[in-house]
């Protein structure tokens, strides 16, 4: 179990800081070009985003070494210390101006996930389970995330980040489901590995995630976007690790403690996401505070892109 949990929190620091050197490099290339495989071209002459492809990748191994150890109900809520791992990296390399709002509804949100991981206490587990359960499974879960990827394309700057935010996490919770699937094969060996579905299905994930999380990155600050990002992840795997790998978790009265986990987190997110850095242009910038933000839209008739404020205002609303 200790080495579940190393290794759980080692990837959660490495996609901290990969997520935080790709918003550093995307950052070098103008804003308004759309993501395509130019795009990419110019993001690979980036050494911080090279050096973010590298950490992500890092992240990735230890969390496949995690949810080879451990149920993936434990290891994937653990991945929320990325969050306060991305906070304290952006304010190092990116200035980002982080204020009482948000380390508080960050603190609730880790309580939250602690609470609900101490009340849950998942152990067991099946490695390995019935295409049925894992059609049904994958249907709802591309479902949603597919559901979060159109609403954000309805807005601009922090709010779609958000909801792109949401989508990544999702995505990566998935993914990580589709890894346990092919981790719960290696007793079998080899052959068993490379015969399965699901290695197939990482090796097509696995890209489709990292465009995913470019847009994501693109689209405004980590402050928006990685509150998402970071907690829709452990969800996924919770979900998934309860309902189609058939852990254990612990019912009676702690069914009361995990209702309270999940009511912290969620009335963090309602606060984080009232945050000033979630509103208007200002959230698509790093190091914009909430009180110049309000200057802005009082006393500003244009944004920093020309744009009137009102119009972005009202694309983002």
């Not at 060996?189 to 990292?210: E, H, I, L, M, N």
Request: proline share 4%.
């Amino acid at each position: 179990m200790l080495v579940t949990v190393v290794c759980a929190v080692t990837a959660a620091l490495c996609n901290a800081l990969g997520s935080v050197l790709q918003r550093k490099g995307a950052r070098e290339v103008p804003s308004d070009e759309a993501m395509s495989p130019r795009l990419l071209w110019k993001l690979g002459h980036s050494a911080a985003w090279l050096g973010g492809i590298a950490a992500m990748l890092g992240g990735f191994g230890f969390q496949v070494a995690a949810l080879s150890t451990g149920p993936i109900s434990l290891v994937q809520p653990i991945l929320v210390a990325e969050l306060g791992f991305t906070l304290v990296l952006s304010a190092m390399l990116l200035g980002a101006s982080l204020h009482i709002r948000e380390w508080t509804a960050v603190l609730g949100m880790n309580s939250g996930i602690a609470l609900l991981l101490v009340a849950l206490t998942p152990s067991g587990g099946a490695t390995q389970v019935s295409g049925p359960k894992w059609a049904v499974g994958c249907a709802v879960t591309l479902l949603i995330i597919g559901t979060f990827v159109v609403v954000a394309h309805r807005y601009r700057y922090a709010h779609r980040a958000a909801y792109l935010g949401i989508a990544s996490g999702l995505f990566f919770g998935f993914l990580a489901v589709l890894v346990a699937g092919v981790t719960g094969l290696f007793p079998d060996g080899a052959g068993a590995v490379f015969s399965a579905w699901q290695t197939y299905a990482v090796v097509v994930a696995g890209p489709t995630g990292f465009f995913l999380l470019q847009a994501t990155l693109r689209a405004g600050s980590l402050v928006a976007s990685q509150p998402g990002l970071t907690l829709a992840n452990p969800v996924v795997g919770i979900g998934w690790g309860v309902a189609v790998f058939g852990e254990d978790v612990r019912g009676g009265g702690w069914i009361a403690a995990e209702i309270a986990g999940f009511a912290l987190i969620a009335a963090c997110t309602v606060l984080l996401a009232r945050s000033p850095s979630l509103h208007g242009a200002a959230g698509a910038y790093e190091g914009t505070d909430g009180a110049s933000s309000s200057a802005d839209a009082a006393g500003s008739d244009t944004s920093r892109d020309g744009t009137p404020s009102s119009d972005r205002n009202h694309e983002n609303h």
